[in-house]
């Protein structure tokens, strides 16, 4: 195994090991549309979602789908963990992904409606593993939401990558979201992050409301950076 994959092994293990004991439970990342809010699942609680995103192009222009499930499932004290696996179909080939992670919301004032929370999303390719590395991002946001049945929320904060990147690649930004109920089963939705690297994006879309404890999300995303830089999104989830 390379060093600065064996490094970031060891990083795992000891970011793991200080929210267990520390915490005594592990959190994952519920999200906006792309950006990790400060929502956390209640204990018992769990999230299945079934994620579509596509570059509408072709394989010789840099067009893509990605496919995969995300899982996340609340272990109470305001935490929560979970676990993404994504494939994508180009031309060049791109590893399977799993990513792990945690999220702990380390404060909630309900007068305010102000919370934060602070989390971990490792990427850990599992196939093409000889040319691929493991990373993680580390971030922390700040939500402030406005009283009323169709009160807005905004959520600031930022992030910081660990591991090899490319060069050239942002290794830390801002996180900014924004979320309108239009209605009781409609949400606008938008959120950017800065920098030139695989989160950098600024998307818009919609949540609708669905029947049986399910909802749907559809949305766009435009890249900072790279002419064509942009994909559509469909996302379908159940709490259970």
Request: glycine content about 12%; overall charge neutral.
């Amino acid at each position: 195994m390379p060093v600065l994959q064996l490094n970031l092994a060891k990083l795992i293990l000891v970011v793991s090991a200080v929210f267990f004991c520390s915490f005594g439970r592990v959190c994952a990342q519920s999200t906006g549309l792309n950006i990790p809010s400060t929502d956390v699942l209640s204990e018992r609680e769990g999230y299945l979602e079934a994620d579509f995103l596509a570059h509408l192009s072709s394989y010789e222009s840099g067009g893509y789908q990605v496919y995969g499930p995300r899982v996340v499932y609340g272990l109470g004290k305001r935490t929560e963990i979970g676990l993404n696996a994504f494939y994508t179909h180009t031309n060049p080939a791109e590893p399977v992904e799993l990513q792990p992670n945690f999220k702990w919301k380390f404060f909630e004032h309900q007068e305010t409606d102000v919370a934060a929370a602070t989390g971990v999303l490792f990427f850990i390719p599992v196939t093409q593993r000889s040319s691929s590395t493991s990373r993680a991002q580390i971030y922390a946001v700040v939500s402030k939401s406005f009283k009323g049945d169709l009160g807005p929320r905004f959520t600031v904060g930022g992030y910081g990558l660990i591991g090899s990147v490319e060069e050239g690649t942002t290794k830390h930004g801002v996180l900014l979201g924004y979320e309108q109920p239009i209605s009781k089963k409609l949400t606008l939705l938008a959120d950017w992050s800065s920098g030139n690297n695989d989160f950098g994006y600024l998307g818009g879309g919609f949540g609708i409301t669905l029947p049986r404890n399910s909802v749907l999300y559809v949305g766009y995303n435009v890249g900072n950076q790279g002419r064509g830089n942009n994909s559509i999104g469909v996302f379908y989830g159940l709490s259970f």
